[in-house]
Every structure is written in C-alpha cells, then in structure tokens.
C-alpha cells in the first residue's frame, strides 16, 4: 500500500454529542481535497453511522474511548477506521444484514453496516467479542470527474 500523504489520529469519549464532532473532523480533514458536496457527505455519513454504532452497540451506552484514525493518499484514497474497545460482534456478517440489530429495546433499524457500504468504495469490519470493533471505511475522492 502506498504511504500515506497525510495523516490524523483522535480519541474522545463515547458520548453522543462527539458524533457530530467525529463528522466535522473527517469534514475538515478532506478539505482541502475539494470533495464534491456528495462526497462530503457519504463520508459524514458513514463516520457517522459508525461512531454512533461504537456508542450505542460498542459500549452500550456505557463510557468508553473511540479512536478515529484517517489517512490521505496521492490518488484521493481516503482511509478512516473507527474502533472502540466495547463488547464486540460475535457474528460480523450477521451484523452486516440490513435489518439486523442487538438494540431490540429501542428504535433501531439495523441499517448502520448498509448505510456505511453505500456510501463508501469498501467497508471492512473486524471484530472479537470482549475486545471491541473496528470498521474501516475507505472512499477515492473525485473518481467520477477524470481526477
């Protein structure tokens, strides 16, 4: 894999309030990139998605760190991983089914993972029970404008 261009490392509580500050740094990350207003928003999106996932499933509710890790490549290759230290998933690609949840008791409608893989290029979950999840989410910028 080629090295990174630019590179950015956060950590912050699993709080709700820090979903809309994850979206806002990946925002300010990719800048400079010049992202389409689409793109843009697919990657809020998907951060979004995924942070909330560490939040709600993760840590079920309970207090705990996400990390939030993005890379910049020269072909416009953004790469972002989200990772809490909660729970885990015992079943990835059960996870993965639209519809699927562990959220029984709220109003949840199990479209995190399906979200995240319409609005990225890749999506990859790894995962082991009592040890926590990571999601990457990787998406090329300016790909449909000859760049």
């Known amino acids: 894999m080629k ?17 809309a500050f994850a979206r806002g740094a990946v925002s300010a990350f990719i800048m ?29 509710r309970q207090s705990g760190m996400i990390f939030l890790d993005g890379k910049i490549f020269d072909d416009g290759r953004v790469l972002l991983k989200i990772r809490d230290k909660g729970c885990g998933i015992e079943d990835v690609a059960q996870a993965m089914q639209p519809l699927f949840t562990t959220a029984a008791d709220e109003e949840r409608a199990g479209l995190g993972f399906a979200v995240m893989q319409s609005f990225c290029d890749k999506v990859r979950v790894k995962s082991a029970p009592g040890k926590g999840t990571t999601v990457t989410l990787e998406k090329r910028l300016g790909a449909d404008d000859g760049a």
């Open 32 to 60: 400079h990139l010049d992202p389409t207003v689409n793109e843009l928003s697919d990657l809020k999106t998907a951060v979004s998605e995924a942070v909330t996932n560490c939040i709600v499933h993760g840590y079920r």
């Open 3 to 19: 090295q990174a261009v630019n590179e950015m490392k956060l950590r912050f509580p699993s709080k709700s309030c820090n979903e």
